[in-house]
């Protein structure tokens, strides 16, 4: 298993940005593909980003497409995921997740993940 520690969090207005940053503890980090996922008050947690382990394989949700992008750093152990062109609807808390070392279709499943962090908060008002 691998420790993950998100931050860069906060309150931002629509159409700002934000750079969540997910930090990982262990020598396995570069085995793992990793995902973010988010899940807003009363909703179930949803897919936002994944990337494989060497970071050359990324996917989106349809509804942040465009605006988010995921990277990582395997000598640094992080995951990050940029976000601009925020929208009220991208409020939520937003996790980081390690998964299996295969990068497929699966990975837009949180049951695909075995290691997630804590949760930082992201608002966006309008």
């Known amino acids: 298993q691998v420790q993950l520690v998100e931050s860069g969090g906060g309150l931002v207005q629509a159409g700002g940005s934000l750079r969540l940053s997910c930090a990982a503890s262990g020598s396995t980090f570069s085995t793992y593909a990793m995902g973010w996922f988010r899940q807003a008050p009363g909703k179930e947690r949803e897919f936002v980003s994944a990337?494989?382990?060497?970071?050359?394989?990324?996917d989106y949700a349809d509804s942040v497409k465009g605006r988010f992008t995921i990277s990582r750093d395997n000598a640094k152990n992080t995951v990050d995921l940029q976000m601009n062109s925020l929208r009220p609807e991208d409020t939520a808390v937003y996790y980081c997740?390690?998964?299996?070392?295969?990068?497929?279709?699966?990975?837009?499943?949180?049951?695909?993940?075995?290691?997630w962090g804590q949760g930082t908060q992201v608002t966006v008002s309008s």
């Open positions: 997740a390690a998964g299996p070392p295969y990068y497929s279709s699966s990975l837009y499943s949180s049951s695909a993940y075995h290691s």
């Open positions: 990337i494989s382990r060497s970071g050359l394989m990324t």
